[in-house]
């Protein structure tokens, strides 16, 4: 199962990556995000301020083409 999972989240990377342009930064942040933490608890996470994480936000958001958290999950 472990196997499995490592695969689809690499996948999940690959396609940030290559199609979306994501930093490694931002899928770091998309990481936490699918994981259910909020802002706060990824800033402290990733020992960055919230502006940043929110920064992050709006560059994937741009990136992807979406418009909020949630459809990050479609």
Do not use: P
């Not at 499995?4 to 930064?25: D, H, P, Q």
Request: hydrophobic share 40%; glycine share 6%; proline share 0%.
């Amino acid at each position: 199962m472990k196997a499995c999972f490592k695969l689809y989240t690499a996948r999940i990377r690959e396609r940030l990556e290559g199609v979306y342009g994501l930093s490694t930064r931002e899928i770091e942040v998309v990481r936490h995000v699918m994981t259910g933490n909020t802002n706060k608890e990824i800033a402290a996470q990733m020992n960055i301020a919230l502006r940043t994480v929110k920064s992050h936000l709006a560059h994937i958001y741009i990136k992807t083409g979406i418009d909020n958290k949630v459809q990050l999950f479609n």
